[in-house]
């Protein structure tokens, strides 16, 4: 596993710390995520101690490159996330949902030495990423979109006994 995203919760000194991470293809690959095909991601962490409170701040910022849904050429797609989490140690569940502007609970056992930024990270950048993945008009490979539009073909006449589909042939008319 990699120690890149741990952040040391027993190490932390009081006030404000600070790391920061690049992400890239292989982040994406160990959680065997194949839609993000290329990723150029920089990640900033700030984490405010004090006492038993942990505040962690993260912003992740690039470019992800997906398929377009439409023409399946690579998409460049921007990145501009925005984490605030208040770290509670216990084994709690909180039900709220956290409103606008207020951070999410994140519940460590108390055990816990360390907190996995990892599938944090992930889980932020999927969710970033718009549901219909699409070039602006115009951008798609035009080789692929001649066929986008493409007509239905006529079914042959004298194939129309063979064709167990001819049946459905006047619902294009």
């Not at 995520?33 to 912003?59: F, P, W």
């Not at 042959?156 to 619902?171: D, H, I, M, R, V």
Request: with cysteine.
């Amino acid at each position: 596993m990699n120690d890149k995203f741990i952040i040391p919760l027993n190490g932390l000194t009081a006030g404000e710390n600070h790391f920061s991470w690049q992400t890239g293809k292989e982040f994406f690959d160990s959680f065997e995520n194949s839609e993000i095909l290329d990723a150029h991601l920089d990640t900033d962490v700030r984490i405010e101690k004090s006492g038993r409170y942990i505040g962690v701040d993260c912003d992740v910022r690039g470019e992800v490159k997906v398929e377009c849904d439409r023409c399946l050429d690579e998409l460049e797609l921007p990145v501009d996330v925005e984490i605030m989490l208040s770290v509670k140690y216990g084994n709690e569940e909180s039900s709220d949902e956290p409103q606008e502007g207020e951070r999410e609970v994140l519940f460590v056992p108390e055990d816990s030495a360390e907190l996995d930024m990892r599938q944090i990270i992930y889980d932020y950048v999927c969710l970033s990423l718009p549901m219909q993945r699409v070039h602006e008009d115009g951008e798609c490979n035009p080789d692929t979109m001649k066929y986008y539009g493409a007509e239905v073909t006529e079914i042959s006449e004298e194939n129309e006994g063979e064709n167990p589909f001819s049946a459905l042939k006047s619902l294009f008319k």
